[in-house]
């Protein structure tokens, strides 16, 4: 079972999937109490010279502080097991800011415009080496971007805004995470710009000034189309896993050949075992190693190319194990025990 976050955290970059057509972001409305002047000056000075630096979310969270606290009141997460209601055809790049860092016109002043003009644009992008998403600010001098009014719910909190035309209109879910709130850095050193690659399609990028009455300060948000032309996001995921995995499919094969005891690392010393336990089908029986000064057995699974560990002493399926890395792919089965094999 896959299960994805459908939450935005301010200054970083989420991809998050349509829901029944709808885009769900959570945002963190402590952190539009902090002064951010400083770091609005810094990016004033350095963007006109850079053209385009990332790194944003270094500065907004100068500490080290764990993706659990930045999605904390995110709500339950989405259960791919309801695929029909995910469309995985569809991933979304989310960045929310606050309207400070984007646009030199005070919060009390947006409200009740049609357009802002904006400093900076923010887009979520993919570093091309590190395959990893990150915000990315671009010089927009006097680009007009809309101001958008969110409209309340029932949902205490949770607020609908169209920023996609064509698309439901986006919920928003406004949190205060509870623990320490560490303010941005006051001595700013923007990082150094960076190219990131592939560069987000400018015609599938939508922003907006989000505002929401008296309720909560302005926020900036854009929205990137990302369309997975050639598979589903989790089919790519779990394609790019099993590539890492040593037990690759021989050419013509349908099957995993068994690796040599050397090439089996994670686990700690293996010593051939002598194979008892018939394959799938009935065709031969299953390799096998001794390991754990002989209180574990692991046996080879020629179809997912993993080993299969088991206790010795009764038989008991342990779970499976990449043979590359010694990593638990798969939990233990209570069903399954080769006791009769021991």
């Not at 945002?27 to 990016?43: E, K, M, P, T, V």
């Not at 900076?120 to 600010?137: I, M, P, R």
């Not at 799938?280 to 029986?285: C, I, M, R, S, T």
């Amino acid at each position: 079972m896959v299960y994805l976050s459908s939450a935005a955290a301010v200054g970083r970059s989420a991809l998050i999937f349509p829901v029944n057509g709808t885009l769900a972001a959570t945002i963190a409305s402590w952190i539009q109490s902090f002064d951010f002047s400083a770091l609005l000056a810094g990016l004033r000075d350095t963007l006109p010279l850079a053209g385009r630096i990332t790194g944003i979310a270094a500065l907004l969270w100068p500490t080290k502080m764990g993706n659990a606290e930045l999605y904390q009141g995110a709500g339950p997460l989405i259960d791919l097991n309801r695929a029909k209601l995910v469309d995985m055809r569809q991933a979304d790049m989310v960045v929310t800011l606050p309207s400070e860092l984007v646009t030199t016109v005070k919060p009390a002043d947006i409200r009740g415009q049609k357009t802002v003009p904006a400093m900076v644009v923010a887009q979520g992008v993919v570093d091309a080496v590190k395959q990893e998403h990150t915000v990315a600010l671009t010089m927009a001098e006097n680009t007009d971007i809309p101001v958008i009014t969110a409209q309340k719910t029932k949902k205490p909190n949770v607020y609908t805004a169209e920023v996609v035309p064509g698309m439901k209109p986006l919920r928003i879910r406004m949190v205060s995470p509870s623990g320490k709130q560490v303010p941005p850095s006051k001595s700013v050193e923007l990082p150094a710009a960076e190219h990131y690659l592939p560069q987000p399609d400018s015609g599938k990028t939508h922003h907006a000034f989000i505002v929401f009455g008296d309720d909560y300060q302005p926020v900036y948000i854009s929205v990137t189309r990302k369309e997975w032309q050639v598979k589903p996001y989790v089919e790519a995921k779990k394609a790019e896993e099993e590539k890492k995995r040593q037990g690759v499919k021989d050419k013509g094969h349908s099957y995993h050949p068994e690796p040599d005891v050397e090439e089996i690392k994670g686990l700690g010393e293996l010593k051939p075992g002598k194979k008892k336990t018939p394959k799938q089908g009935g065709a031969g029986k299953r390799a096998r190693w001794v390991g754990d000064k002989g209180r574990k057995i692991y046996e080879w699974d020629y179809q997912h190319g993993e080993l299969e560990g088991y206790r010795a002493s009764d038989g008991q399926h342990l779970g499976a194990f990449d043979p590359k890395t010694g990593k638990q792919l798969k939990p233990a089965d209570p069903e399954r025990n080769i006791k009769k094999y021991l």
